[in-house]
């Protein structure tokens, strides 16, 4: 294909060796089934036992008061009942809700930063099962890539055939609804709480919306409480304070609409015509 010719790219279909992909299917399924059990200690122990497994490479033992302290330390780490992460300290969490999810949290953290998560084919159903144990609501087909973070994990929505792209931000701390079709893509931040400028301890959760059909792209903020519209845009760098339009596409700090998509209705092109004339009159 020639540079600068459009063309529809489709994913091509890769798989495994056989071996492998059994090995995968049933690894992912023995997890599924332990963290279909909601009790937060037993979660917790199996997630230690799994990442005992994966970055030492044999079954869990408890260390030894011989062995170095930064062994013990690994050791204790991999246990999320020895760990805490940054929204447990929010004084606004539900520590039911997040006590559960906790482990799981962390083990996607934790797996995440293993060689296994380098691996894509394998990556996108690990995510994908925990997802479904995390979320408020995944839909189908959802694509997760790796260093995808979240905050609380039950206010958020992902909705059918959403991507959610590398190193990305869902700070679902009031609450995030990202709907069908929509994509989150490399390093962007989607924030659902805002601190007072004059008092930082002050904070205001909101709902903040994305999509169906709508694009977060690279590098992006979406702020608080705004809803990015069907089919619209947030570019590049861009911060989005206010909403955006269906089928808008803004960028800049703050973001402003700079075009509309052409395959826009005709009653949204005419109203950002005369939008824009009224500005240039």
């Not at 539900?94 to 691996?119: C, H, Q, T, V």
């Not at 962007?188 to 205001?204: E, F, G, K, R």
């Not at 608080?224 to 089919?231: D, F, I, L, R, T």
Request: charged share 25%; with cysteine.
């Amino acid at each position: 294909m020639s540079l600068d010719t459009p063309h529809h790219v489709d994913y091509r279909d890769l798989q495994p060796m056989d071996a492998a992909g059994k090995a995968f299917h049933a690894w992912i399924e023995r997890l599924d089934r332990e963290f279909s059990n909601r009790d937060p200690e037993h979660r917790s122990v199996v997630v230690r036992d799994t990442l005992h497994e994966i970055f030492l490479g044999r079954p869990y033992e408890p260390p030894k008061a011989s062995d170095s302290l930064a062994h013990q330390a690994l050791v204790h780490s991999f246990d999320p009942r020895n760990a805490t992460l940054e929204p447990e300290y929010y004084g606004d969490i539900d520590p039911e809700k997040y006590g559960e999810r906790k482990p799981l949290i962390w083990f996607w953290m934790m797996y995440d930063r293993s060689p296994l998560a380098i691996n894509h084919w394998l990556g996108f159903r690990v995510r994908y099962m925990i997802a479904r144990h995390v979320f408020k609501h995944c839909g189908k087909d959802v694509k997760i890539f790796h260093g995808v973070e979240v905050s609380f994990g039950y206010n958020l929505t992902v909705e059918d055939d959403c991507t959610l792209h590398k190193y990305i931000l869902l700070d679902d701390r009031g609450e995030i609804i990202i709907r069908k079709d929509s994509s989150i893509s490399d390093y962007a931040n989607v924030y659902s709480h805002a601190h007072d400028l004059n008092d930082a301890q002050l904070v205001t959760n909101r709902r903040t919306e994305i999509g169906p059909l709508a694009r977060v792209t690279y590098h992006a903020t979406v702020l608080s409480g705004v809803k990015v519209g069907e089919h619209a845009m947030v570019g590049s760098m861009g911060v989005s304070a206010k909403n955006v339009e269906p089928y808008h596409i803004v960028t800049g700090i703050p973001a402003k609409t700079v075009k509309v998509k052409t395959i826009a209705p005709e009653s949204v092109l005419k109203a950002a015509a005369e939008k824009q004339a009224a500005k240039s009159g």
